[in-house]
């Protein structure tokens, strides 16, 4: 069973940093994505940045420059270094797996989730 697991969150100080690690167990055997999305109180769940297997990466605007996302595709994992954070980053943060299969077909495996507070 393929199975994201999100670690590393916390409550930072506006302008810390944090790093979170996404492991996948089980076994792929397809071409895939990773990525991290945040959810905020009473807001929709939003893209943060992904990673594809061969390194191509996308951010959304508000976080470029102050976030970084990394592969080991050895470890089935992808990180999050997150830098100059800002009480706005604070979220839920998942990660995501999409697996996307030679007929073009895509599938969505999600993490639990891990808290991100910045707050003074």
């Known amino acids: 069973q393929v199975q994201p697991v999100e670690s590393g969150g916390g409550l930072v100080q506006p302008g810390g940093s944090l790093r979170l690690s996404c492991a996948v167990s089980?076994?792929?055997?397809?071409?895939?994505?990773m990525g991290w999305y945040r959810q905020a109180p009473g807001k929709q769940r939003e893209l943060v940045t992904t990673?594809?297997?061969?390194?191509?990466?996308n951010y959304a605007d508000s976080v470029k420059g102050r976030f970084t996302i990394s592969i080991d595709n050895a470890k089935k994992s992808v990180y999050l270094q997150m830098n100059s954070l800002k009480p706005e980053d604070t979220a839920v943060y998942y990660c995501?797996?999409?697996?996307?299969?030679?007929?073009?077909?895509?599938?969505?495996?999600w993490g639990q989730g891990t808290q991100v507070t910045v707050s003074s």
């Open positions: 995501k797996l999409q697996l996307i299969y030679e007929s073009g077909y895509k599938y969505d495996y």
């Open positions: 089980g076994s792929i055997f397809t071409s895939y994505t």
């Open positions: 990673i594809t297997s061969g390194g191509s990466t």
